[in-house]
């Protein structure tokens, strides 16, 4: 969540990286940024206190568009250069569907240990641990049965994805805003994982 207060304690310079152009922070930051400049004394020309609601408005519509986007996955992500960087519903999900629970689980414990959710943490490693493991056992009973185009081990998969998904829900803190963090070290360990498990499998085999 943005807070003024936060806000209040960078000096001019650092404020006016806010006001910039360019700038890459949410609309409500600018916003806090222009008044409180104008608060200390500063003085904006017509056309550039015309710019700079301008920007904020631009951002707000861009940020409104995001939200109806996100919505449903992730409610609480924000482009605040200042929030807390954490992996995203979605790419939870995704990692948890297309790897494995157990890639997501480490996702999404990362996630809590981030936010110093030790509880929450501990209940998605458990829930990801036992779930990888009663995935192993019916794989190896039934064996990958498949459904019309669906297999059985992407139906357990999205089952154990929609699990870990509703702990979060269930868990994390509603009020806690979060940038998305980038995913592409996950995903190259995820895929060099599964490179060594393929090379074994079929050629060590």
């Known amino acids: 969540m943005v ?28 916003r806090y940024a222009f008044d ?26 861009i940020e409104a568009e995001d939200v109806m986007i ?12 200042t929030a807390i960087k954490l992996y995203s519903n979605k790419v939870i999900w995704v990692f948890s569907v297309i790897f494995g629970v157990v890639f997501g689980t480490a996702l999404q414990v990362f996630n809590f240990f981030k936010v110093n959710d030790k509880k ?35 139906l357990l ?5 929609l699990g870990l998904y509703l702990i979060r829900e ?3 803190k509603s009020e806690t805003e979060y940038r998305a963090k980038s ?9 060099s994982i599964h490179l060594v498990i393929i090379y074994f499998v079929f050629f060590e085999s």
């Open 3 to 30: 807070s003024k207060k936060v806000i209040e304690k960078l000096s001019n310079k650092e404020l006016n990286n806010y006001i910039k152009p360019e700038s890459k922070f949410v609309a409500k930051s600018i």
């Open 36 to 61: 409180i400049l104008k608060e200390r004394g500063n003085v904006f020309s017509e056309t550039e206190a015309e710019r700079i609601e301008q920007l904020i408005q631009s951002k707000e519509k």
């Open 70 to 81: 996100d919505d449903k996955w992730d409610k609480n992500l924000t482009e605040d250069q």
């Open 120 to 154: 929450g943490a501990i209940v998605s490693l458990i829930f990801g641990i036992s779930y990888a493991l009663a995935t192993t056992y019916l794989l190896n009973l039934f064996g990958d049965i498949r459904y019309g185009k669906m297999s059985l081990r992407f």
């Open 157 to 161: 998969s999205g089952i154990g994805a």
């Open 170 to 172: 269930k868990m994390f």
């Open 183 to 191: 995913f592409i070290t996950p995903l190259v360990i995820s895929l």
